[in-house]
């Protein structure tokens, strides 16, 4: 029995959850189980009220807000409980359309793909301004190289995870997690594709961007974060061996002058030397570290996988 859940992360939504829900499938061509999971990150409106009394057949309730990435992988934790071959997620204020979610589903289950995100006509998209649209480019070109992946909409939301890859998936950044899970899913081998999606009419505006300098900034960070937890070793060698051979560069520089007489006029670069050196060896060193740290890491995360694969209420 193929099982299909869909998802949707939920903070103070009880005005635009009740539109959502009423687009939801309850059959979709390819699965024989459709069930809906609300995840309620400490509402305090009627979010679960309305959630409840429109048929929702499981609800996730945090203790409090905790953001939208805690709220995504809570609702991760309990499909892969509950049994969920296919996970797909999307957002309570009805901005993806719920009739492109056989599209969505259809590379998982021809085997095409394990995470496939919905891709929006961002150029149609009027209350899209063009800052935000140039954004949505820019992060999605850079998490693209990040990555080594092709989707070209990095920040959507609405997605479809098969259960290979939800058990493998882990997310660290307190924000969103729509640019991790990419990069992550492209640093553990994880298939990712993505098809054209349409959107509904706007609601309400994002939570998530309340300022431009925000949103790169913090998007700045994730990227940046979850790159060197996966590649430690190359980012901390990079940076040593560039502190390192410049170190070395401007001491040849020193002993240049010095075996030619002038060396007392240049004793500011032998101390920066020794300083870019230093550092630049303690850095090498540290990649070095940080390797070793990320074979315990992957050997966590196996376990994890296999935990989590082992859910009570697997058929």
Same mark, same amino acid.
């Given at each position: 029995?193929?099982?299909?859940?869909?998802?949707?992360?939920?903070?103070?939504?009880?005005?635009?959850?009740?539109?959502?829900?009423?687009?939801?499938?309850?059959?979709?061509?390819?699965?024989?189980?459709?069930?809906?999971?609300?995840?309620?990150?400490?509402?305090?409106?009627?979010?679960?009220?309305?959630?409840?009394?429109?048929?929702?057949?499981?609800?996730?309730?945090?203790?409090? /807000? +905790?953001?939208? *990435?805690?709220?995504?992988?809570?609702?991760?934790?309990?499909? =892969?409980? &509950?049994? @969920?071959?296919?996970? #797909?997620?999307?957002?309570?204020? /009805? +901005?993806?359309? *719920?009739?492109?979610?056989?599209?969505?589903?259809?590379?998982? =289950?021809? &085997?095409? @793909?394990?995470?496939? #995100?919905?891709?929006?006509?961002?150029? +149609?998209?009027?209350?899209?301004?063009?800052?935000?649209?140039?954004?949505?480019? =820019?992060?999605?070109?850079?998490?693209?190289?990040?990555?080594?992946?092709?989707?070209?909409?990095?920040?959507?939301?609405?997605?479809?995870?098969?259960?290979?890859?939800?058990?493998?998936?882990?997310?660290?950044?307190?924000?969103?997690?729509?640019?991790?899970?990419?990069?992550?899913?492209?640093?553990?081998?994880?298939?990712?594709?993505?098809?054209?999606?349409?959107?509904?009419?706007?609601?309400?505006?994002?939570?998530?961007?309340?300022?431009?300098?925000?949103?790169?900034?913090?998007?700045?960070?994730?990227?940046?974060?979850?790159?060197?937890?996966?590649?430690?070793?190359?980012?901390?060698?990079?940076?040593?061996?560039?502190?390192?051979?410049?170190?070395?560069?401007?001491?040849?520089?020193?002993?240049?002058?010095?075996?030619?007489?002038?060396?007392?006029?240049?004793?500011?670069?032998?101390?920066?030397?020794?300083?870019?050196?230093?550092?630049?060896?303690?850095?090498?060193?540290?990649?070095?570290?940080?390797?070793?740290?990320?074979?315990?890491?992957?050997?966590?995360?196996?376990?994890?996988?296999?935990?989590?694969?082992?859910?009570?209420?697997?058929?």
């Amino acid at each position: 029995m193929m099982k299909l859940i869909i998802q949707i992360p939920c903070y103070n939504e009880e005005k635009t959850l009740e539109t959502t829900l009423s687009a939801l499938p309850r059959e979709v061509p390819g699965v024989d189980i459709v069930e809906w999971l609300v995840i309620d990150d400490g509402s305090k409106d009627r979010t679960v009220e309305v959630a409840k009394a429109h048929g929702v057949d499981r609800v996730v309730s945090l203790p409090r /807000n +905790q953001g939208l *990435a805690k709220a995504f992988m809570a609702g991760l934790e309990a499909s =892969l409980m &509950a049994g @969920a071959d296919i996970i #797909v997620n999307t957002d309570a204020d /009805n +901005q993806y359309c *719920a009739d492109s979610i056989p599209d969505l589903i259809r590379p998982i =289950l021809e &085997a095409k @793909a394990e995470m496939v #995100v919905g891709a929006r006509p961002i150029e +149609q998209i009027e209350h899209f301004s063009f800052s935000k649209k140039l954004l949505q480019r =820019l992060g999605s070109w850079t998490v693209r190289l990040a990555s080594n992946t092709d989707i070209p909409d990095a920040p959507s939301g609405f997605r479809a995870i098969s259960r290979e890859a939800a058990c493998k998936l882990n997310v660290f950044n307190n924000y969103t997690y729509t640019l991790e899970t990419i990069i992550q899913a492209g640093q553990k081998n994880i298939s990712v594709t993505w098809v054209p999606i349409r959107t509904n009419e706007h609601l309400r505006p994002s939570r998530l961007v309340k300022s431009i300098f925000s949103y790169v900034r913090r998007s700045v960070f994730t990227i940046l974060r979850i790159f060197v937890v996966y590649n430690p070793f190359r980012f901390f060698i990079i940076i040593g061996s560039v502190l390192f051979i410049l170190g070395a560069l401007i001491g040849v520089r020193f002993l240049w002058y010095f075996l030619s007489g002038q060396g007392g006029g240049h004793i500011q670069s032998l101390i920066l030397a020794s300083i870019f050196i230093g550092i630049g060896f303690q850095t090498i060193m540290v990649a070095f570290i940080a390797d070793l740290l990320s074979v315990n890491r992957r050997l966590l995360e196996e376990l994890q996988y296999k935990s989590r694969d082992r859910g009570p209420n697997r058929d």
